[in-house]
């Protein structure tokens, strides 16, 4: 039973537009949620994070919108470049027992067309 | 710093030998995480590490996985024996504290088990 999803496999998208990401989650236990950027042979890069006390957390190009009643949160590129083209997993950490655990997805490609 | 360093960064095995995969964290991280990586799965958190301590292998697939963390420098992740279902990309990822959100990882380990 996936607790994170990504449902959109990939996505393409025109240089200077907006990408925008998506991830659902099931569990409410979720209080924190992360966006990992990969690049073909490396490992997951950090990339953003928000706190469930919060619904928007910006950093740069890239903001994070959390919608706790939908279980539902974003991750938009304004303006995407071609070097955003990237698989981009959300996670998510469970509050209390076991909080150190990072549930993932399973990942959105990220095609950014120049 | 150079970040997680993990090696062999690629393995060819056949089935029934043995594998291991080694991990050196981010001087001065206390937690590390062994996760595996595949097409129908995803991201999947393996055994998790606090201050060399293993703390939770409830993800370790069945006995012929094993690891170890001797030392806060350094840890393996040991199959044996190896089959072909095992063939995965390894990445090891530490963090700061147990409860820091953000994990950084190594580049991973490509594994192929013929």
């Known amino acids: 039973d996936q607790q994170v999803k990504q449902n959109s496999p990939s996505l393409s998208v025109q240089e200077g537009r907006i990408s925008i990401l998506n991830c659902d989650y099931t569990?409410?236990?979720?209080?924190?949620f992360l966006w990992y950027k990969k690049y073909p042979a490396e490992g997951p890069t950090f990339l953003i994070s928000?706190?469930?006390?919060?619904d928007k957390n910006e950093d740069g190009r890239f903001t994070v919108f959390l919608n706790k009643s939908a279980k539902h949160l974003s991750l938009h590129i304004v303006p995407s470049q071609p070097g955003d083209s990237a698989v981009y997993f959300c996670?998510?950490?469970?509050?209390?027992?076991?909080?150190?655990?990072?549930?993932f997805g399973k990942g959105t490609k990220l095609s950014v067309i120049p | 710093d150079a970040g997680v360093i993990q090696s062999p960064r690629h393995e060819v095995t056949e089935m029934g030998q043995e594998v291991t995969l080694r991990c050196k964290p981010i001087?001065?991280?206390?937690?590390l995480f062994w996760y595996r990586q595949t097409m129908m799965r995803g991201l999947e958190l393996l055994i998790y590490?606090?201050?060399?301590?293993?703390?939770?292998d409830s993800g370790m697939p069945e006995d012929r996985f094993s690891a170890k963390m001797p030392n806060a420098s350094f840890s393996t992740l040991k199959i044996q024996p190896s089959e072909p279902r095992d063939s995965a990309v390894y990445f090891c990822?530490?963090?700061?504290?147990?409860?820091?959100?953000?994990?950084?990882f190594g580049p991973g380990t490509r594994l192929l088990v013929l």
């Open positions: 990822a530490s963090s700061l504290t147990a409860l820091q959100e953000t994990q950084y």
């Open positions: 569990n409410s236990m979720f209080d924190y």
């Open positions: 928000i706190s469930s006390i919060k």
């Open positions: 996670a998510a950490r469970a509050k209390g027992a076991g909080s150190y655990q990072l549930t």
């Open positions: 001087s001065g991280h206390n937690s």
């Open positions: 590490f606090n201050n060399n301590v293993p703390i939770d």
